[in-house]
C-alpha cells in the first residue's frame, strides 16, 4: 500500500502513525485503497492474509500544528 502522509484534523490530541512491515511467502496481497484509515485494524488485516509476526515496525506521534 501507498504511503499516506499523516493529517491529523485541527483541535485533536496527538496522532499515532504505524508503519509495519511483513514477510509474506506466496503471491501478491491485493489490497482495495481504503477510504479512511480511521479504525482499520492491524489484527483482522494479519488473520485476513495469514501473515506471521512482523518483521520490523516503527511508530511516530504528530499533531495537527494550526492549533
Given amino acids: 500500500m501507498a504511503y499516506g502522509s ?5 483541535r485533536t ?3 499515532r502513525y504505524l508503519i509495519v512491515l511483513f ?3 506466496g503471491r ?6 481504503p477510504s479512511s484509515r480511521a479504525k ?5 488485516f494479519i488473520e485476513k492474509h495469514k501473515l506471521g509476526a512482523p518483521i520490523a ?3 511516530f506521534l504528530a ?4 492549533q
Wanted: net charge neutral; aromatic share 6%.
Fill in 40 to 44: 482499520f485494524s492491524l489484527k483482522q
Fill in 13 to 15: 490530541d496527538l496522532h
Fill in 6 to 10: 499523516p493529517a491529523p484534523q485541527p
Fill in 28 to 33: 501478491r496481497i491485493q489490497v482495495p485503497k
Fill in 63 to 66: 499533531q495537527n500544528e494550526s
Fill in 57 to 59: 515496525a516503527n511508530f
Fill in 23 to 25: 514477510e509474506h511467502q
